[in-house]
């Protein structure tokens, strides 16, 4: 995962306004290509909200620019987002499974509208500030975890096809973290200092149950122990709970049964979508909070061919979360069926599944 040299060709670099696009694109200039920063809005609503940051980035954005001595375009990709990601996001709540949409703002978006758009400027190349790597390898692209193991994104970028990746720099591949602030710091970047930004990529930082209300109305309903049916508490609505939740619950730790005085907390463990039911459990590792098995749709593959069943791999099913020996069972164009060496938390329906092989990222699906 070398740096290419860039020869005086053309790569176009998504800058969002944080250190680590920064340091990408001071990096980029530097190993000789001809740098075009992009600025991407991809969100509209509520854009005078506290919680909305573009306006600030954009400004971070310019300072960068003119610091390492590059153009920068702006682009409106909010309607290409609110169609391709941010409907999907909601028909997926409604259905009661929890989605992931920065996987698909990256395949959609960042890989997708972003790609099309840079190659009408004249790029050779796309690159982003993400943790992740890319290789030629057989003829064939390969996506690859990121050297700092603790910032890697492959995660997030397992949809991204052979085309895309064929034309995506991942600057940052080989480099720790600190050591990009560092970077930022002896060039003089003022974002060297700047707070990550978290949460999901529209939403930001603000209160996420908030945000969901203004797009799918509360159904309140009764939340009852998996176990007994005993009824504990009421919801405001299956949408905004997911699997293995234990805040926001307001039932607070009853004795559980069998053990006298024992007051351990509650986590959700399904939903009931047709009576509109919340099930919980008491206690982190009730057995109704793991699995041996599951199911995945959607799938992808990044190198555009099935995976081998049996084989030995490592799976992912949640962002911070170490791989998982497993094997794939059965594998075809329609879903895949995934058994663990060991069962599985909290397993929760509408998030990805990632295969990898060693440090090879071989795509997944969607967990249903």
């Given at each position: 995962m070398s740096a290419i040299k860039g020869n005086g060709k053309t790569v176009v670099v998504g800058l969002s306004g944080g250190v680590d696009s920064a340091v990408a694109a001071l990096l980029l200039k530097e190993q000789g290509w001809n740098v075009i920063g992009l600025?991407?809005?991809?969100?509209?609503?509520?854009?005078?909200?506290?919680?909305?940051?573009?306006?600030?980035?954009?400004?971070?954005?310019?300072?960068?620019?003119?610091?390492?001595?590059?153009?920068?375009?702006?682009?409106?990709?909010?309607?290409?987002?609110?169609?391709?990601?941010?409907?999907?996001?909601?028909?997926?709540?409604?259905?009661?499974?929890?989605?992931?949409?920065?996987?698909?703002?990256?395949?959609?978006?960042?890989?997708?509208?972003?790609?099309?758009?840079?190659?009408?400027?004249?790029?050779?190349?796309?690159?982003?500030?993400?943790?992740?790597?890319?290789r030629e390898f057989d003829g064939r692209f390969q996506l690859l975890k990121a050297e700092d193991g603790t910032k890697d994104q492959s995660y997030f970028l397992h949809r991204l096809n052979q085309q895309q990746l064929s034309k995506t720099l991942f600057p940052l591949a080989d480099i720790y973290k600190r050591d990009i602030r560092k970077m930022a710091l002896q060039a003089d970047l003022h974002v060297a200092v700047k707070k990550d930004s978290t949460g999901i990529c529209f939403i930001g930082e603000r209160p996420f149950k908030e945000f969901l209300m203004r797009y799918l109305p509360p159904k309140k309903g009764e939340i009852r122990c998996l176990d007994d049916e005993r009824v504990l508490g009421e919801h405001d609505g299956l949408t905004f709970h997911t699997l293995g939740q234990r805040k926001g619950l307001h039932i607070g730790g009853t004795k559980?049964?069998?053990?006298?005085?024992?007051?351990?907390?509650?986590?959700?463990?399904?939903?009931?979508?047709?009576?509109?039911?919340?099930?919980?459990?008491?206690?982190?590792?009730?057995?109704?909070?793991?699995?041996?098995?599951?199911?995945?749709?959607?799938?992808?593959?990044?190198?555009?061919?099935?995976?081998?069943?049996?084989?030995?791999?490592?799976?992912?099913?949640?962002?911070?979360?170490?791989?998982?020996?497993?094997?794939?069972?059965?594998?075809?164009?329609?879903?895949?069926?995934?058994?663990?060496?060991?069962?599985?938390?909290?397993?929760?329906?509408?998030?990805?599944?990632?295969?990898?092989?060693?440090?090879?990222?071989?795509?997944?699906?969607?967990?249903?």
């Open positions: 600025f991407m809005k991809n969100w509209e609503d509520d854009d005078n909200d506290e919680y909305c940051s573009s306006r600030q980035d954009l400004i971070d954005v310019m300072s960068v620019a003119d610091k390492i001595g590059i153009d920068v375009e702006v682009v409106n990709f909010a309607k290409e987002y609110r169609e391709r990601v941010f409907s999907t996001f909601l028909k997926e709540y409604q259905a009661g499974r929890t989605p992931n949409p920065d996987v698909l703002c990256n395949s959609e978006i960042k890989f997708r509208a972003f790609l099309d758009h840079a190659m009408t400027l004249g790029a050779d190349k796309i690159a982003t500030g993400h943790y992740a790597g890319v559980t049964y069998g053990k006298d005085g024992d007051h351990d907390a509650w986590f959700v463990a399904g939903k009931d979508m047709a009576n509109n039911v919340l099930y919980v459990v008491q206690g982190h590792d009730h057995p109704a909070l793991l699995v041996g098995e599951l199911k995945a749709d959607q799938l992808s593959w990044i190198s555009g061919e099935n995976p081998h069943v049996h084989w030995v791999y490592g799976a992912k099913t949640r962002y911070r979360q170490a791989d998982a020996p497993c094997e794939i069972e059965h594998v075809d164009s329609e879903n895949c069926r995934i058994n663990f060496a060991e069962a599985q938390w909290a397993v929760t329906p509408g998030q990805s599944v990632v295969v990898y092989e060693s440090r090879v990222c071989l795509g997944g699906g969607v967990i249903a």
